[in-house]
């Protein structure tokens, strides 16, 4: 069974920095691209990043461009997302998924909260 | 970086069928065969329903199926049932990006 479960969530104050973790299971982890969804409360989603297999390869949405980091550790089967400078905009839900283009498995998300 | 424009609202009764459109640019949906399309339920995490325009995962009915003409793709819920009430989105590779859809609310009435 394939299970993505994210972890590192929370509440952070404004400047501050949080790094999301998302340990998988079921699949072999190193065939698949990976992304990074969010989901602001009461919003739509919202596609943040995505890596490459072998991490060689990494895109992001503007809005996080030179303040969050993807990368991925193929031998821990986790997949990661550093966020540097967050701001209040950033509070969502925040979803790590298997592949790119199309997200074939959602973790169940976890909650980032950005307030002083 | 724009998102592609869903009607935020579409409902139909149990038996009928029901279209949601999803319109983009030749950068995205016209531009590529990824369009895919998800389920979500309250408080749970997206399911894929639709995926590379009109193919579909296992497991999902067949009453489920996609489109795409030009700029605009779609999805076709045909049959309607009481579970197929939630929000759905689509999504559409856009270049080593990908862009999602404001979310559709369909109703079963």
């Known amino acids: 069974e394939v299970q993505l479960v994210e972890s590192g969530g929370g509440l952070v104050q404004p400047g501050g920095s949080l790094r999301l973790s998302c340990a998988v299971s079921g699949f072999t982890f190193s065939d698949f691209r990976m992304s990074w969804v969010r989901q602001a409360p009461g919003k739509g989603l919202e596609w943040v990043a995505n890596i490459k297999q072998d991490g060689s390869e990494k895109s992001y949405v503007d809005s996080v461009k030179g303040r969050f980091t993807i990368s991925r550790d193929n031998a821990k089967d986790s997949l990661y997302l550093q966020m540097n400078s967050l701001r209040a905009e950033d509070t969502a839900v925040y979803y790590c998924?298997?592949?790119?283009?199309?997200?074939?498995?959602w973790g169940q998300g976890t909650l980032v909260t950005v307030s002083s | 970086q724009s998102a592609l424009t869903q009607p935020p609202s579409a409902s139909g009764s149990p038996g009928q069928s029901v279209t949601i459109s999803c319109t983009g640019t030749?950068?995205?949906?016209?531009?590529?065969?990824?369009v895919s399309w998800y389920q979500q339920h309250p408080g749970k995490a997206p399911k894929l329903m639709i995926y590379?325009?009109?193919k579909r995962p296992s497991g999902v009915p067949d009453r489920f199926s996609g489109s795409k003409s030009g700029n605009t793709a779609s999805l076709t819920v045909s049959g309607l049932q009481a579970e197929d009430e939630a929000d759905y989105y689509c999504?559409?590779?856009?270049?080593?990006?990908?862009?999602f859809g404001g979310g559709t609310k369909l109703t079963v009435l």
């Open positions: 998924g298997r592949g790119a283009s199309t997200v074939g498995y």
């Open positions: 590379e325009v009109s």
């Open positions: 999504g559409s590779y856009a270049g080593s990006n990908v862009v």
């Open positions: 030749s950068s995205d949906v016209g531009g590529y065969n990824y």
